[in-house]
């Protein structure tokens, strides 16, 4: 996950199969071990329920990336981050946002973002945080570090 400063990081995930995918635990700063990361197997968004195999709990934006992966079967690979600076310039970027805040981890939270995800890779979660989406790893990592660098920032 590229570094962009202080505060808290988010999350990453990567499809495994069909809508099966693998995303860190939740409170995960450094995702650098196995024990980072959780796979979830399934998820229920109309009970709020998700299955998770890992020795931690999984993100609290598991159902965010279960239904991204739904709705767009090109996506692999989804970078959820907290940049204040992205947010404060996202209109100057031209970056698609969400109309409402929502409570994270929130099927609300998720309803947003499908709202606006299109044919978009990178987008604003209003007053949370951006989401970065990719074919793989590299391609949703690549679109962070270039918008920070459209801020004048080096990763």
Known sequence: MPSYGIGSFGNLSFRVRGNKFIITASGIKDPSSSESFVTVSSVALNKKMVYAHGKR???????LHYAIYRKRKDVNAIFHG?????????????????????????????????????????????????????EDMDKAGERVLRICKKLGKTA
Not at 57 to 63: F, L
């Open 82 to 134: 907290h940049y204040g600076k992205i947010l404060r310039y996202s209109r100057e970027l031209s970056l698609p946002s969400t109309l409402k805040n929502e409570p994270y981890g929130t099927i609300e939270l998720a309803k947003r973002v499908l709202d606006i995800l299109d044919d978009h890779h990178f987008l604003i979660m209003k007053e949370h945080g951006f989401i970065s989406i990719g």
């Open 57 to 63: 709990p999984p993100s609290s934006e598991s159902m």
